[in-house]
C-alpha cells in the first residue's frame, strides 16, 4: 500500500459516525489548567516561576495554589482550546 494509501485510512478512521473529524484539545491548555467539579476553569498564579528572590513573602504565600479563570478569559479558552471539556 502507498504512503497516500495509508494516510487516507488515517484520515477516516478519526471521523465519528456524524462523518465530522473529531477536535483535538490543545496540548498547553491541557498542561496549563484544571476544570472545577462545577465546570469553571482554575489557573494558577502567574510570575511564580523564577526570580522569587525579588518578591516579597507576602506575595509568593498569596500566590499558593490555583484560582477560578475570569469569565471572559473562560469563554476564550473554552472555545478555543478545549472543544470536549478537560478531564
Given at each position: 500500500?502507498?504512503?497516500w494509501?495509508?494516510?487516507?485510512i488515517?484520515?477516516?478512521s478519526?471521523?465519528?459516525?456524524?462523518g465530522?473529524?473529531?477536535?483535538?484539545?490543545?496540548s498547553?491548555?491541557k498542561k496549563?489548567?484544571?476544570?472545577?467539579?462545577?465546570?469553571?476553569?482554575?489557573?494558577?498564579?502567574?510570575?511564580?516561576?523564577?526570580?522569587?528572590?525579588?518578591r516579597?513573602?507576602?506575595m509568593?504565600?498569596?500566590s499558593?495554589?490555583t484560582?477560578?479563570?475570569?469569565?471572559s478569559d473562560?469563554?476564550?479558552?473554552?472555545?478555543?482550546?478545549?472543544?470536549?471539556?478537560?478531564?
Amino acid at each position: 500500500m502507498t504512503k497516500w494509501g495509508i494516510l487516507f485510512i488515517l484520515k477516516q478512521s478519526r471521523k465519528t459516525e456524524a462523518g465530522m473529524c473529531k477536535l483535538k484539545t490543545h496540548s498547553g491548555t491541557k498542561k496549563r489548567f484544571r476544570m472545577s467539579s462545577t465546570g469553571k476553569i482554575l489557573r494558577a498564579y502567574a510570575f511564580k516561576k523564577h526570580n522569587l528572590r525579588k518578591r516579597s513573602k507576602d506575595m509568593k504565600r498569596a500566590s499558593r495554589g490555583t484560582v477560578v479563570m475570569h469569565a471572559s478569559d473562560a469563554k476564550i479558552i473554552r472555545r478555543a482550546f478545549i472543544p470536549y471539556g478537560l478531564a
